[in-house]
């Protein structure tokens, strides 16, 4: 199985958060893509995975999904802070523009650089720094490397079922949305590669989101078209707290292509399996071609920001339902924040796959 890098991806690397008013190491570090690549290296005999730095692609694909002026945001916000004085560990917004305020909706209201950063970010979770541009670009490289990788090896006879690629990247992108980013997120990795793939084969898409948390930004990318389908399974009622409900299953052309199972905190590997078994269905039923799954392995039980029960046998099993669907997979990293099982569980849901 080939899994695509970059080592552009550690140089977004922000020091702090702060969780429940406490200030804490950032979660979502450089280090989740070391171990996770050591932990496939030291495996890469018996399961064949081969590794690749990603190729850059441009910024068309990019902007397929993203508004301009947002990634002209992200490309320059930096060095805009830093102009104005600015602190060299970099930006994070002060307020964000609500509904009853006057400059809600309008861009005027957003001149300066700390301004913008309310404009274009809706929580505290992305920090901008210097190298925060290049790693999201290079994240969204590796993804774009990876489904190129996967477009072309899908006609290839492969035996042993299904072929996969694994874009092992990181900022995550989930939650951004064409013009927004936050939880960690600055550029939708698995939306741009849904929609190149689409432009470029005409075929049909699935996402599959099992990180713990909704995927707003993929949902709201697609909320009205037929293809892709959005599929998530995550935690209820928890971040980002303003979507994934049940009753968000699309709108116009896309009614019916989004589909949300909430689960309860209380959720354990049967729990997961059975609702995993019965969203399986449905992808199967949408004839996908090619499946995306926004792989995120904080639905772990230890994991440090969110609920779930899971233990890291389940990952194997997930694997091998993801392989039943029998679709050329791309596997885009996205959450999982638990250091010491990052890789084991990554890990179980490709061995699944492979085996
Ligand atoms: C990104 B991904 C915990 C605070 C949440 C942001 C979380 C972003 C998750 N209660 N802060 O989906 O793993
Ligand atoms: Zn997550």
């Not at 805009?80 to 970099?90: I, P, R, S, T």
């Not at 079922?161 to 927004?180: D, K």
């Not at 409900?245 to 589909?259: D, I, L, M, R």
């Not at 091998?320 to 791309?330: A, Q």
């Amino acid at each position: 199985m080939k899994v695509i890098y970059s080592e552009e991806c550690a140089k977004h690397a922000p020091k702090y958060e702060i969780l429940s008013g406490n200030l804490v190491d950032y979660f979502e570090s450089p280090v989740r893509i070391e171990i996770i690549k050591s932990h496939l290296q030291s495996f890469s005999s018996s399961h064949n995975y081969t590794f690749h730095e990603s190729t850059d692609y441009g910024i068309d694909a990019i902007l397929a999904v993203h508004d301009s002026d947002f990634v002209q945001y992200l490309k320059t916000a930096y060095d805009e802070w830093c102009q104005e004085g600015g602190d060299k560990n970099g930006i994070l917004p002060e307020a964000f523009p609500h509904k009853n305020m006057p400059s809600f909706g309008r861009n005027s209201g957003a001149a300066t650089a700390i301004a913008k950063a309310g404009h274009y970010c809706y929580d505290l979770s992305c920090c901008i720094m210097g190298g925060t541009w290049l790693a999201a670009y290079a994240s969204a490289q590796v993804t774009i490397s990876a489904a190129k990788a996967l477009m072309e090896d899908c006609s290839l006879p492969n035996e042993n079922g299904p072929i996969g690629v694994f874009a092992l990247c990181r900022p995550p992108g989930h939650h951004a949305t064409n013009n927004l980013c936050g939880g960690y997120c600055f550029l939708n990795n698995v939306a741009i590669v849904a929609r190149l793939i689409i432009s470029a084969t005409s075929k049909k898409v699935a996402i599959l989101d099992i990180d713990y948390h909704h995927g707003n930004g993929t949902q709201a990318i697609f909320y009205s078209t037929s293809n892709p389908i959005y599929v998530s399974l995550h935690g209820h009622p928890d971040y980002p707290w303003f979507s994934g409900h049940a009753s968000e299953t699309g709108e116009g052309e896309g009614e019916g292509y989004t589909v949300n199972v909430p689960l309860t905190t209380e959720t354990d590997d049967k729990k997961y399996l059975e609702a995993l078994r019965s969203v399986i269905q449905k992808i199967i039923a949408y004839e996908a071609d090619f499946l995306v799954v926004s792989l995120g392995v904080d639905t772990f039980m230890h994991d440090p920001i969110a609920g779930f029960n899971m233990t890291s046998g389940v990952y194997i099993e997930i694997g091998k339902h993801i392989k039943s669907i029998g679709k050329p997979t791309l596997f885009v990293l996205e959450g999982g924040y638990h250091l010491e099982t990052i890789g084991i569980n990554v890990g179980n849901i490709l061995e699944g796959f492979n085996s």
